[in-house]
């Protein structure tokens, strides 16, 4: 690299912890609890990701996710210029605030700017308001440094696929289409690929345990999944969430639990049904059975591969 390169790079809590230096433009895009196995507790967890702005400059940059409590609240120890991104559909008496105005925000099915709408979702290859508020942050972060017309942002967008791991289409089979999701590590991201789809969802789920709760995911599986695999470390936690749950609302789904990847495979060719989207994400880290995520997703995608 040269001084005059453009790097951007992603930080864990982990590299984060007691950096004295932090970069010229920062980017938070949401926390929630993770790594509480090797932190002392989520507040030590969260003070660790501050460390990516705490030595920032009046000259400096902050790009925030408004739609999150404990990220937005972040601004007011910003040294610098504060930029926000937000989900406005979720809160539509947000769209009319001034600190809004100049940034790009996602609203319904376009990501608009200055309340111009500069890119249609729909037209896009990846799913999920994530995907869409992540192009939000990352336009935000690059405004004054890229000369690209908004008008321009769409065709660039367009073509872009989602990377491997994440959301990542691996085939369709009778009907059913197979997606690998293994970098989905905490309950949260897990959320957000559920909420990725409208059709009927069997997910996979389970892996490695990392202290962290799955209350969060009970209801959305309730409510919008089909079928549910459990597999690994913390597929009777996540079981057991759920159940608690289902015996409070009277919701219930089949839920299989299996010992092993393969066998998750095999039920999931057994119980799916034209239509419907077989989402393999964990909501768990991968250290139990696999080195590491990737090594699980690739595993997957080849069991998919030879059905």
């Known amino acids: 690299m040269k001084k005059s390169d453009l790097v951007v790079l992603e930080l864990s809590s982990f590299q984060l912890m007691n950096m004295k230096f932090s970069p010229h433009i920062a980017v938070i895009t949401n926390i ?32 925030l996710n408004a739609d999150d409590k404990i990220v937005t609240n972040f601004s007011k120890d910003a040294k610098g210029e504060v930029r926000h991104f937000k989900n406005t559909s979720l809160d539509l008496t947000t769209s009319k605030e001034k600190y809004l105005e100049k940034n790009y925000i996602l609203n319904k099915n376009y990501i608009e700017y200055a309340g111009e709408k500069i890119i249609d ?8 308001d994530h995907n869409y508020l992540n192009i939000c942050a990352a336009l935000n972060a690059i405004k004054d440094y890229i000369n690209v017309p908004n008008s321009s942002l769409e ?23 197979w997606y690998n999701d293994s970098a989905s590590t905490t309950p949260d ?7 990725a789809f409208s059709e009927k969802i069997i997910l996979i789920a389970g892996g490695y345990d990392k202290n962290i709760s799955y209350k969060p995911l009970a209801e959305p599986i309730l409510e919008h999944v089909s079928k549910l695999i459990l597999f690994g470390n913390t597929k009777t936690k996540i079981y057991e969430e759920v159940m608690k749950l289902s015996k409070e609302t009277g919701k ?42 990737y090594q699980r997703g690739d595993l997957f995608k080849k069991l998919v ?3």
């Open 252 to 293: 219930n789904i089949p839920i299989y639990v299996m010992d092993t990847l393969e066998e998750v495979i095999v039920i999931a060719k057994e119980v799916s049904e034209p239509g419907e989207v077989v989402l393999f994400s964990p909501a768990s880290a991968s250290f139990d059975m696999f080195k590491n995520a």
């Open 121 to 128: 979702t729909r037209n896009l290859l990846l799913k999920g």
């Open 32 to 63: 929630s609890p993770d790594h509480l196995d090797i932190h002392g507790s989520y507040e030590e967890y969260i003070h660790a990701k501050t460390f990516i702005f705490q030595n920032q400059t009046k000259k400096d940059i902050l790009v």
């Open 305 to 307: 591969e030879k059905i």
């Open 189 to 195: 991201k897990t959320l957000a690929g559920i909420h």
């Open 155 to 177: 065709d660039i967008l367009k073509d872009i696929k989602s990377v491997a791991h994440r959301l990542e289409f691996v085939r369709e089979i009778n009907g059913v289409k």
